[in-house]
């Protein structure tokens, strides 16, 4: 091979390389059903946490150690090739959330609540209703709530078993559904803080 050609091929690979301020390929708004794992992971989002819909955690806070400048909350059947349901917001604004009891905020396109009865997030505009996990719309696919609950002698809210993905309801003792918190670092963010990322570590 020449030198000439050479230069070419390393200048073509140089410049395909990813770049820390370049937009995630998958940056949702609102909440999205049926979309591939694949999709998600080769978008720019890595994966927080892993788990069953039948595990307890005993914190919610240690869920988003390490989380990037947004993360998303999703949900897939066991063996599932696709997620169900899922949405993303800003980590600073889920981070320090913590609603009223059956009030939610507007972020990025969907409803979200995060209390020591449940966390999720529903369809923009949507009502929700925490008994203690959100029961209202039990057709709606745009729908995720996980139960928490706050002990008294533990510093932070505890994450029990998740309730519902989507119309997929009572899923609280499932093994057969699990639940994800992935995270990605957007552009603005890095190029203001001139850091190859701006990740947090919460918990």
């Not at 917001?89 to 009223?100: G, H, K, R, S, Y």
């Not at 932070?156 to 009572?170: D, Y």
Request: proline fraction near 5%; charged fraction near 15%; aromatic fraction near 8%.
């Amino acid at each position: 091979m020449s030198k000439a050609v050479f230069s070419v091929v390393v200048f073509l690979a140089l410049t395909n390389l990813p770049t820390a301020n370049a937009t995630p390929k998958y940056d949702p708004y609102g909440v999205q059903n049926d979309v591939a794992v694949a999709e998600v992971l080769g978008g720019g989002w890595r994966i927080l946490y892993q788990g069953l819909y039948s595990e307890s955690l005993p914190s919610v806070p240690a869920l988003f150690r390490g989380a990037c400048d947004r993360v998303m909350l999703a949900s897939k059947r066991v063996g599932s090739l696709t997620f169900d349901v899922l949405s993303a917001i800003e980590t600073d604004v889920f981070a320090p959330l913590n609603t009223p009891l059956n009030t939610s905020i507007q972020s990025n396109g969907a409803q979200w609540y995060k209390n020591d009865q449940s966390l999720g997030f529903a369809g923009l505009g949507a009502a929700i209703n925490q008994t203690s996990a959100d029961t209202n719309g039990l057709e709606d696919r745009h729908r995720l709530s996980w139960h928490t609950i706050r002990l008294v002698d533990e510093p932070a809210t505890r994450l029990n078993p998740g309730w519902r993905s989507g119309n997929n309801i009572r899923l609280d003792k499932s093994k057969e559904w699990e639940r994800f918190v992935l995270t990605t670092t957007m552009p603005s963010s890095s190029a203001q803080s001139g850091q190859v990322n701006s990740c947090l570590h919460l918990g």
